[in-house]
């Protein structure tokens, strides 16, 4: 065939190709449309308001203000016959927080869990396995802490979490590992700049946390209890919030993520933070653990590591740490809180802890 007459034949065939498949194309798919009005105005995931009278039904209870009982001092026994049940599992699960910045954080380029507290539970693992990475993390929220313990998804719980008198019923805690202060998180042009500024103002702290509990002795406005510490930067750069309740420890972090917000000082006392493990009450028993997290604690303080540690993630923004009491119980003490524990069980129903516990003799009690 001669050429000419090939392209002519090819061009049309070409053409009609394109032709049927253009015919072929049906008409772009009709998207619906995206309502986006009132959005901002919804308050974060499992949030709510708390106003008027109910506001006293948060406040802290009388031996919550108390001292705490000191913690249980290390003895001369070796690692296997503290915790032989985790030697013999080969790790240490430890429950922590993974957006706490600073304290307990995904690294969002490594993917990595990062922050004062990571660090802190390698160091216990060091001690226990000679290995710092032989750690499973696990995330907990502040709510269901305790809920980690007493149902053994976790060995031991290091979350911001500060030692109270009424929390040592069901958790025992470590000796402190860091000191913090009570402060408010504002937005720059807020016009707060003291608790007397939040008359009629909308305070946000997180469920079950101690900030939450102290903030309605003042004369708040409204209390907005969240999930998460972040919830509440969110809820307050929607004006959904005019302060958050926090410790400087967990402030400094959201100001990390927020140029436009200022930490207000309160002058309110220190508190600790302390490594939490299950209670007698929760009939789980963690002495062993207890002693031995303990002796990572007393030796990161005599050499240097403890100073290390803070020195990387919170000098810049907390500025001179606060010292930290090695506060242990006394003979007195022991049988204190036994008995204050078989007390608190005695009048909290018949739970499963209560009925384990009602099994055990006294003598194992107090062990």
Known sequence: ?????????????????????????????????VH??????????GSEIVRGDDLQDFAASPSSKQDPWGSIRPDAAAVEKRIPAIIERGRLIVGVGQYLNRMGFRDPLSGELEGFEIDLAREIS??????PDRVEFRYV???RRDEALRDGDV????????????RQYTTEFSVPYLGVHTKLLVLGDSGIAGMEDLEGKTVCATR???????????NIGALLLTRTWTDCLMAMQRNQADAIFSDDAILSGLQAQDPYTEVIDTGDAVSYYGVGMPAPTTGRKAQGLVI???????????????????????????????????????EQEEQDISQARADWLRSNGD???????????????DE
């Open 292 to 330: 031995q997290v303990n002796s990572t604690l007393e030796r990161i303080q005599s050499d240097g590591t403890w100073d290390e540690l803070y020195d990387k993630w919170m000098q810049e923004y907390l500025g001179s740490p606060q010292s930290l009491p090695m506060k242990y119980r006394s």
């Open 36 to 45: 986006t009005q009132g959005t901002v105005n919804e308050l974060p995931v």
């Open 126 to 131: 060091r001690d226990i396995f000679g290995d």
């Open 1 to 33: 065939m001669h050429k000419l007459a090939r392209a002519v034949i090819g061009s049309v065939t070409i053409l009609s190709l394109l032709s049927a498949c253009s015919a072929a194309t049906t008409a772009p798919p009709v998207w619906p449309d």
């Open 351 to 365: 739970t499963t802890a209560s009925r384990s516990m009602g099994t055990m003799t006294r003598e194992d009690f």
């Open 141 to 143: 929220e502040n709510r």
């Open 155 to 166: 060995d031991l719980v290091l979350r911001t979490w500060t030692i109270t008198k009424d």
């Open 208 to 218: 079950d946390s101690t900030p939450a509990r102290a903030i309605v002795d003042n």
